[in-house]
């Protein structure tokens, strides 16, 4: 396997510098227990050893959502919604199934979804350092991470605080308050430091295991969506992928942003951004000798 290291190693690391800790790391240990993983046998071994695996590492706002749906019209394997890493999701499939280890979880997921030979996963990047430390990913052909990225921060950021403040966190999820978001600067700039500190976390677990990564802009795949599943296509080793077999119109996932965005964005501009004019006159000046 394309994937080597040793969860030994990290798994003796000092938690600074391998950050596996999570509220779903947490509950999903605490539910399970001493039971939490147990041995694969042949049969299993063999099947995750002939599958390649995927992670979408993303941030909340990033545009993941409507990567997934695409990806998994694409027969690319991935759920299109689901994160099967959160506890919620362990925890609730797990009592009604009778899992009585996260291994048997995890199993019946990649059963349930894997197709044309590969599997991948919506996570984020702590639940990824915590995937790792288990040793989750040793089985599997390949490893390769997918990075769903905003071209713009502040209006994910403000996307962020507005769906933290009315619950609703993509187009199809019903509820939340209807009630105007209030502006607030403390809680915009918290959005952008989680997102900027996430985004950081995962340069770092790159340059520690070297694994094959694919940065897709959500902008971009709005904009050019066969040109990005292309790219896709050929990073995960699709040869016989058909643009032609993807219904965009199958996909519900829509924009949420409107007025209110622009509205919130505005007031933190105003508040943060230095006018034209006076970076102008605040800039050095020029040596003309230069």
């Not at 040793?6 to 510098?17: H, K, T, Y």
């Not at 984020?124 to 769903?148: C, D, N, Y």
């Not at 915009?188 to 694994?211: E, Q």
Request: proline share 5%.
């Amino acid at each position: 396997p394309e994937c080597p290291m040793d969860p030994s190693i990290v798994a003796a690391l000092d938690p600074r510098f391998y950050p596996a800790a999570s509220v779903h790391q947490e509950n999903v240990e605490k539910h399970f227990g001493q039971a939490l993983l147990r041995e694969l046998d042949e049969g299993e071994l063999q099947l995750l050893g002939g599958l390649d695996l995927f992670f979408v590492v993303f941030t909340n706002r990033s545009g993941s959502t409507y990567l997934t749906e695409i990806m998994h019209q694409m027969g690319a394997g991935v759920h299109p919604r689901a994160e099967y890493f959160n506890y919620d999701m362990v925890v609730t499939a797990s009592e009604r199934e009778g899992y009585r280890t996260f291994t048997d979880y995890l199993l019946q997921v990649i059963r349930d979804n894997h197709s044309n030979a590969m599997i991948g996963f919506k996570i984020s990047i702590h639940q990824l350092f915590w995937a790792t430390r288990l040793g989750l990913l040793q089985p599997f052909r390949s490893v390769k991470l997918i990075e769903s990225v905003r071209a713009d921060v502040l209006g994910q950021a403000v996307s962020h605080y507005k769906a933290r403040a009315t619950g609703r966190w993509h187009s199809l999820m019903p509820g939340g308050s209807d009630t105007p978001v209030e502006y607030s600067r403390e809680e915009i700039l918290r959005s952008l430091l989680v997102i900027s500190n996430r985004t950081g976390l995962l340069n770092y677990y790159c340059a520690i295991h070297g694994l094959s990564r694919l940065e897709v802009v959500y902008e971009s795949l709005l904009a050019e969506p066969l040109a990005e599943m292309a790219r896709l296509a050929a990073f995960l080793g699709m040869s016989d992928f058909d643009p032609a077999g993807v219904d965009m119109g199958a996909i519900g996932i829509q924009q949420q942003r409107n007025e209110e965005n622009e509205r919130l964005r505005a007031a933190f501009i105003s508040d943060f951004y230095m006018p034209s004019e006076a970076a102008d006159e605040a800039s050095p000046p020029r040596n003309p000798a230069a």
